[in-house]
């Protein structure tokens, strides 16, 4: 049997939205950081887009794994490091949504190992309400729990959802009706067309 995991699908409008979102309520706070750390790989495109909306060209990375694909790993872990120092910094660490809250856990221990900052701060564009991790700043509450699949991530998470699916139907419009029906998302043929492509 198919898993069915419910889904929520967010285009790049969404994106867009919630950014602008998440920079105007880290802006009224009244918290200005030296320095942003995105998260690997969920962070990389929210914290580019809060460094444009913020003003701030201090913008760097490391990377926490906890997924592969929709199946979580054991623990959550660095597997490539902050090269920045953030001793008496200012520092905003982003991600794109909070869900078991382990990858925050790690990555702001590890942040804490580079050096002492100032103040450090937390930000996602969308956080789960069952999450025991609440960031400092968030653009969005989901309050029923759901896997969130980002414009950046879209086709490695469909290509899981599809490969997971017991008695895989054949055709774009037939995978299209169980996504639907599986996982309460409608996506773009055109889309699943891609991801059966690049399946095989």
């Avoid at 967010?10 to 009244?30: H, K, N, P, Y």
């Avoid at 872990?77 to 991600?95: C, F, H, S």
């Avoid at 599809?162 to 009706?177: F, N």
């Amino acid at each position: 049997m198919s898993e069915k995991i419910p889904c929520k699908l967010v285009s790049w409008q969404d994106i867009q939205a919630l950014a602008r979102e998440l920079a105007f309520t880290v802006r009224s706070s009244g918290f200005r950081p030296d320095i942003i750390l995105a998260i690997g790989r969920g962070g990389y495109i929210p914290a580019r887009l809060l460094s444009d909306y913020l003003n701030i060209s201090n913008l760097t990375e490391f990377k926490v794994e906890h997924y592969e694909g929709t199946d979580k790993a054991a623990t959550a872990r660095v597997r490539y490091p902050l090269v920045a120092a953030v001793n008496g910094l200012r520092v905003l660490v982003v991600d794109d949504v909070t869900d078991t809250g382990d990858s925050f856990d790690v990555a702001l221990a590890h942040v804490r190992s580079r050096g002492t900052p100032a103040e450090l701060r937390t930000a996602v564009l969308h956080h789960k309400s069952i999450s025991p991790f609440v960031p400092d700043y968030f653009a969005d509450t989901i309050e029923s729990w759901r896997w969130v699949i980002y414009p950046w991530a879209r086709i490695e998470d469909l290509m899981a959802l599809i490969g997971k699916m017991a008695d895989r139907p054949h055709g774009a419009e037939a995978i299209a009706g169980r996504l639907r029906a599986d996982n309460g998302i409608r996506v773009p043929l055109a889309v699943i067309r891609d991801v059966l492509e690049l399946m095989t």
